[in-house]
C-alpha cells in the first residue's frame, strides 16, 4: 500500500462501542473517495485501527433474497447463527446493516461485539417482531461487520410451543472497499477521537 500524504480521515467505525444511529431510514454513512478508520482489534497500547478507502457503495435492499429462516427451534429453545455464513462479506467489502425479526415468538439477541441490546446492568435486551412497530426505521438495530468480525446472532423462541420458521431480514449498504495507509497526523487525530477530543462518531 502506498502512503497519500494528502488523505483526510472523515469517520471512525468502532462496532465494539454502543453507538445508536439517528432515527429514520438507513442512509449511507460514506460515499466514493471518502477515507475511514474501521477497529480491527484491541491490544495492550489500545484499538488497532485499519484504514480504507471507500471504491463505490452497494446497496443491500429489503428483499427476498435478504430474508434468512434459520429454522425450527424448540419450546424455550435456542440457536447460534454466524451472520457471515449467509452475508458474504469478503477482504474488500465492509457491510452497514439493519435487521428486522419476521415471525411471532422470536426473539434475536446480536453479539457482533456490538453491546447495543444491552442494559448497562448487564441484561441482554432482544429484538422481536414488536420492535419494529416501536422503531419502523429498525435504527435501533443497525450494526456494522467485515470478514474478520466475529457476528454471531442468538435466536430464541420465547414461547411455549415449538416455532418451525424464525425468519429476519437484513437490508443496509455494503461498502467496496481499498486498505490504504494514512500519514502519521492523520493516525494521531483519529486516536484523539477515541480519548473524546474530537467527536465525528
Same mark, same amino acid.
Given at each position: 500500500?502506498?502512503?497519500?500524504?494528502?488523505?483526510?480521515?472523515? #469517520?471512525?467505525?468502532?462496532?465494539? =462501542?454502543?453507538?445508536?444511529?439517528?432515527?429514520?431510514?438507513?442512509?449511507?454513512?460514506?460515499?466514493?473517495?471518502?477515507?475511514?478508520?474501521?477497529?480491527?482489534?484491541?491490544?495492550?497500547?489500545?484499538?488497532?485501527?485499519?484504514?480504507? =478507502?471507500?471504491?463505490?457503495?452497494?446497496?443491500?435492499?429489503?428483499?427476498?433474497?435478504?430474508?434468512?429462516?434459520?429454522?425450527?427451534?424448540?419450546?424455550?429453545?435456542?440457536?447460534?447463527?454466524?451472520?457471515?455464513?449467509?452475508?458474504?462479506?469478503?477482504?474488500?467489502?465492509?457491510?452497514?446493516? #439493519?435487521?428486522?425479526?419476521?415471525?411471532?415468538?422470536?426473539?434475536?439477541?446480536?453479539?457482533?461485539?456490538?453491546?447495543?441490546?444491552?442494559?448497562?446492568?448487564?441484561?441482554?435486551?432482544?429484538?422481536?417482531?414488536?420492535?419494529?412497530?416501536?422503531?419502523?426505521?429498525?435504527?435501533?438495530?443497525?450494526?456494522?461487520?467485515?470478514?474478520?468480525?466475529?457476528?454471531?446472532?442468538?435466536?430464541?423462541?420465547?414461547?411455549?410451543?415449538?416455532?418451525?420458521?424464525?425468519?429476519?431480514?437484513?437490508?443496509?449498504?455494503?461498502?467496496?472497499?481499498?486498505?490504504?495507509?494514512?500519514?502519521?497526523?492523520?493516525? =494521531? =487525530?483519529?486516536?484523539?477521537?477515541?480519548?473524546?477530543?474530537?467527536?465525528?462518531?
Amino acid at each position: 500500500m502506498s502512503l497519500d500524504k494528502n488523505i483526510t480521515v472523515v #469517520r471512525r467505525i468502532e462496532p465494539s =462501542k454502543i453507538i445508536t444511529p439517528k432515527p429514520g431510514p438507513i442512509a449511507p454513512v460514506f460515499t466514493t473517495g471518502d477515507i475511514f478508520a474501521y477497529a480491527v482489534s484491541m491490544t495492550e497500547g489500545g484499538i488497532a485501527w485499519a484504514f480504507y =478507502k471507500v471504491l463505490y457503495v452497494d446497496s443491500l435492499p429489503e428483499t427476498d433474497e435478504l430474508v434468512f429462516d434459520f429454522g425450527p427451534i424448540d419450546a424455550g429453545g435456542t440457536k447460534d447463527v454466524k451472520l457471515s455464513d449467509y452475508i458474504n462479506v469478503d477482504d474488500n467489502r465492509i457491510a452497514q446493516v #439493519r435487521f428486522r425479526v419476521l415471525d411471532d415468538g422470536i426473539r434475536v439477541y446480536h453479539s457482533n461485539p456490538n453491546t447495543r441490546f444491552r442494559l448497562k446492568a448487564g441484561v441482554a435486551v432482544g429484538v422481536t417482531r414488536l420492535t419494529h412497530k416501536e422503531d419502523p426505521c429498525d435504527h435501533k438495530t443497525e450494526f456494522w461487520f467485515r470478514k474478520d468480525d466475529v457476528g454471531v446472532f442468538r435466536i430464541e423462541n420465547f414461547t411455549s410451543s415449538k416455532a418451525y420458521r424464525s425468519r429476519v431480514l437484513f437490508y443496509g449498504f455494503m461498502y467496496v472497499v481499498q486498505p490504504i495507509k494514512v500519514p502519521p497526523e492523520e493516525m =494521531k =487525530k483519529v486516536a484523539g477521537w477515541i480519548v473524546g477530543k474530537t467527536s465525528l462518531m
